[in-house]
């Protein structure tokens, strides 16, 4: 990943994964709106549904 926003993307994802997170709880979490972690959620909707 390349950017300034590059390093929030990847907490939040980095986070996730720490946390052992499944698909299904990530999709329960409320974003904020408008963040670079958002990427991480319009992902997950998209190619998990």
């Known amino acids: 990943m390349l950017g300034n926003s590059s390093s929030e993307a990847i ?3 980095a986070e996730m994964i720490e ?3 499944r698909v299904k ?3 329960e ?3 904020p ?3 670079v972690s958002e990427i991480i959620r319009e992902v997950i909707f998209e190619f998990n549904d």
């Open 11 to 13: 907490w939040g994802a």
């Open 19 to 21: 946390n052992e997170l």
């Open 25 to 27: 709880d990530v999709k």
């Open 29 to 31: 979490i409320i974003f």
């Open 33 to 35: 709106h408008p963040t």
